[in-house]
């Protein structure tokens, strides 16, 4: 147990009811996980409000309710505390919990529109290689040195973070890569979290269903520089146009990275095939089994964020050159017939765009090129038509599926894709 003013500690409390000199057991978020004397946190998501709940956390137990809006009715023995932002209090709140466990890691955000997965993932492969213990939080899943956890989310939430950052500190990890979603960054869900350093990949259509508008998405994303602490790196694509935005109020050093304009790092791709490409970065060849100059970006920000974090580059360039492509990015399957099929993660017109690209860049010219792609539901419309142009584009057959409809309808979700299918393509594709 702990005392909660201990937990409240830099919360910034607008209101107080009660004592906070009460010793606590735990911090939920969930009313459904309140237990005997723990503190509940009202949320008000984008679903559900957690206020409407503190009736029934405090029914299961809860001694201490942290929220936005006081109730009109307090319970006798029970200590309110009101704050402006319930998100950004419970991210405190679990880092406080658990005894700040950021601070104790050299942890690395990882963001961007494309390429977050790859980036940190073979950074965790990468430093393992390397002798490190070594802690991942992704998309795929969460790894404390050797274990491994599910997850749910890109940026899973604040107590998840913390609770797992905790265990890296007991099992003696030194360096932690973390995904940054801009969900995760509004719903402050990495606030109170000390980063040594960040990487931007690019930015481009994604999540205009929550942002709304580009420029809000962008700004999103460029908290996460404008929180850096001055001994942080800040690494940059700058030939991603948003690149250098992300550094403008950045109080931490300033890196970039490049394939095509003057940066801190450069590389070459001298050849792309399927089986590789052969890179040239500050003088020295690497062959990658990563294919594609989406990923030729992706080895250039692994092998910054190595040098900035320590690592000799020559041991850097040896053990990325033996590194293997993380699930369902780029995977390609040959059959004995010689069919190529390419699983692809590529949710975004950019990245289907760019698996796209490499794919036809790769073809001798003979093959037909079938791409089956969908859109998930309850996501972001506006990129569906997009996402139906560029497949019908460039393949010769354009097969649309729903993905995951969620609460949609499939055919209308593939209705959607069909309406970016320009007349001169129409017969490619296929519902």
């Given at each position: 147990?702990?005392?909660?003013?201990?937990?409240?500690?830099?919360?910034?409390?607008?209101?107080?009811?009660?004592?906070?000199?009460?010793?606590?057991?735990?911090?939920?978020?969930?009313?459904?996980?309140?237990?005997?004397?723990?503190v509940f946190v009202a949320i008000k998501?984008?679903?559900?409000?957690?206020?409407?709940?503190?009736?029934?956390?405090?029914?299961?137990?809860?001694?201490?309710?942290?929220?936005?809006?006081?109730?009109?009715?307090?319970?006798?023995?029970?200590?309110?505390?009101?704050?402006?932002?319930?998100?950004?209090?419970?991210?405190?709140?679990?880092?406080?919990?658990?005894?700040?466990?950021?601070?104790?890691?050299?942890?690395?955000?990882?963001?961007?529109?494309?390429?977050?997965?790859?980036?940190?993932?073979?950074?965790?492969?990468?430093?393992?290689?390397?002798?490190?213990?070594?802690?991942?939080?992704?998309?795929?899943?969460?790894?404390?040195?050797?274990?491994?956890?599910?997850?749910?989310?890109?940026?899973?939430?604040?107590?998840?973070?913390?609770?797992?950052?905790?265990?890296?500190?007991?099992?003696?990890?030194?360096?932690?890569?973390?995904?940054?979603?801009?969900?995760?960054?509004?719903?402050?869900?990495?606030?109170?979290?000390?980063?040594?350093?960040?990487?931007?990949?690019?930015?481009?259509?994604?999540?205009?269903?929550?942002?709304?508008?580009?420029?809000?998405?962008?700004?999103?994303?460029?908290?996460?520089?404008?929180?850096?602490?001055?001994?942080?790196?800040?690494?940059?694509?700058?030939?991603?146009?948003?690149?250098?935005?992300?550094?403008?109020?950045?109080?931490?050093?300033?890196?970039?990275?490049?394939?095509?304009?003057?940066?801190?790092?450069?590389?070459?791709?001298?050849?792309?095939?399927?089986?590789?490409?052969?890179?040239?970065?500050?003088?020295?060849?690497?062959?990658?089994?990563?294919?594609?100059?989406?990923?030729?970006?992706?080895?250039?920000?692994?092998?910054?964020?190595?040098?900035?974090?320590?690592?000799?580059?020559?041991?850097?360039?040896?053990?990325?050159?033996?590194?293997?492509?993380?699930?369902?990015?780029?995977?390609?399957?040959?059959?004995?017939?010689?069919?190529?099929?390419?699983?692809?993660?590529?949710?975004?017109?950019?990245?289907?765009?760019?698996?796209?690209?490499?794919?036809?860049?790769?073809?001798?010219?003979?093959?037909?090129?079938?791409?089956?792609?969908?859109?998930?539901?309850?996501?972001?419309?506006?990129?569906?038509?997009?996402?139906?142009?560029?497949?019908?584009?460039?393949?010769?057959?354009a097969i649309f599926t729903s993905d995951?409809?969620?609460?949609?309808?499939?055919?209308?979700?593939?209705?959607?894709?069909?309406?970016?299918?320009?007349?001169?393509?129409?017969?490619?594709?296929?519902?």
């Amino acid at each position: 147990m702990k005392l909660l003013k201990d937990i409240l500690y830099g919360v910034g409390l607008t209101a107080v009811s009660g004592s906070t000199s009460v010793m606590v057991n735990t911090v939920c978020f969930d009313s459904r996980k309140v237990g005997m004397d723990d503190v509940f946190v009202a949320i008000k998501g984008t679903i559900t409000d957690g206020h409407q709940y503190i009736e029934k956390a405090i029914n299961q137990g809860a001694k201490a309710i942290i929220c936005e809006e006081l109730p009109e009715q307090m319970v006798n023995g029970i200590t309110y505390a009101e704050v402006d932002n319930g998100n950004k209090a419970l991210a405190i709140m679990a880092s406080n919990f658990y005894d700040n466990p950021s601070k104790n890691l050299r942890l690395v955000g990882v963001t961007g529109t494309n390429g977050k997965t790859t980036i940190s993932s073979l950074l965790y492969q990468l430093f393992k290689k390397a002798g490190f213990k070594v802690g991942l939080i992704s998309t795929i899943k969460i790894m404390v040195d050797d274990a491994e956890y599910s997850t749910s989310h890109t940026t899973p939430d604040a107590l998840t973070i913390n609770s797992h950052l905790n265990l890296m500190n007991e099992a003696g990890v030194e360096f932690c890569f973390m995904e940054v979603s801009s969900h995760g960054i509004h719903q402050k869900r990495t606030e109170g979290l000390v980063f040594e350093g960040a990487i931007f990949t690019n930015l481009s259509h994604d999540h205009l269903d929550y942002h709304k508008t580009f420029a809000e998405y962008r700004d999103t994303k460029k908290i996460l520089f404008d929180n850096l602490p001055k001994k942080a790196f800040a690494l940059t694509n700058i030939d991603d146009k948003n690149g250098l935005v992300m550094l403008q109020n950045t109080k931490a050093r300033k890196f970039t990275y490049a394939l095509k304009t003057f940066a801190d790092y450069r590389a070459q791709i001298l050849e792309n095939q399927f089986d590789g490409q052969l890179l040239k970065i500050d003088d020295n060849e690497l062959w990658t089994k990563l294919i594609g100059h989406f990923n030729a970006y992706n080895i250039l920000a692994i092998y910054a964020t190595a040098d900035l974090l320590g690592l000799e580059k020559l041991e850097t360039l040896r053990i990325l050159s033996e590194l293997e492509n993380v699930d369902g990015r780029f995977q390609y399957y040959i059959s004995r017939e010689r069919i190529t099929a390419i699983v692809d993660y590529a949710h975004t017109p950019d990245a289907l765009k760019n698996v796209l690209d490499t794919i036809n860049t790769l073809r001798t010219g003979n093959e037909n090129v079938i791409t089956v792609v969908g859109c998930g539901g309850d996501r972001d419309r506006s990129k569906r038509p997009v996402m139906g142009h560029i497949a019908s584009e460039m393949s010769n057959t354009a097969i649309f599926t729903s993905d995951n409809p969620r609460s949609e309808s499939p055919n209308a979700i593939i209705g959607e894709m069909e309406a970016g299918v320009e007349p001169q393509n129409a017969k490619k594709f296929c519902p």
